[in-house]
């Protein structure tokens, strides 16, 4: 069985900007420490003028020592710019309330946004006369745009999208990529490349045909 000395603390989660799912996982850890109560309610205050009993001054210094391990927890917790905004705080429970004020209204405006782009993303195709490399960089910028509000989209769901939402003209090129492809390891520049020199191809047979038309009615 392993000595006590051998326990291995688990890992404090660092605060990445996504309050609703850090706090979660940060409560849960407080509270198997059992420090949530001073998160809370905070440390209990002797009203002015009441000489404490020796109890309720053993109480009130065990929930300070308390106080300082739960702060150093959320001092790990957080980088040095955060850090610095609480620095006069002494009691977790401000510093916890400070936190959730500044951060959760945050999250809830990133959650708000991601919706939309997952929307603008559900609802995205190739436009008449678009090229490839525009569309490419239309549909790049939304994906990611929702991994910076937190959305884990792998790149397979972006080549899928892109197959499924091109101009019709592609679709023989796309029926090939798909079945000489896996797209779970197919790389976006390969697939922007392959489309490309299709969108090549095609366009030479257009002037060519164009030059065609031109010689027959005698222009």
Known sequence: MAS??????????KFDGHYDHWSMLM???LRSKEYWNLVEIGITAVAEGVDP????KKVIE????KNLKCK?????AIDHSILET???KDITKDIWDYLKQKYQGTTRVKRAQLQALRKEFEVLHMKAGESVNDYFGRTLI???????HGEHMEDVVIIKKILQSMAPKYDYVICSIEESNDLDTLL????????????????RHVVVDEQALQISSGV
């Open 4 to 13: 006590e000395s051998s326990f291995v603390q688990p890992a404090i989660l």
């Open 27 to 29: 409560e849960n850890f």
């Open 53 to 56: 009993s020796e109890a309720h």
């Open 62 to 65: 065990d929930q300070k020592l």
């Open 72 to 76: 150093n927890y959320l001092f790990q």
């Open 86 to 88: 609480i620095l006069k």
């Open 142 to 148: 939304i994906a990611n745009k929702m991994r910076i």
């Open 188 to 203: 976006i520049n390969e697939l922007q490349s392959s489309l490309l020199v299709h969108e090549q191809h095609v366009s």
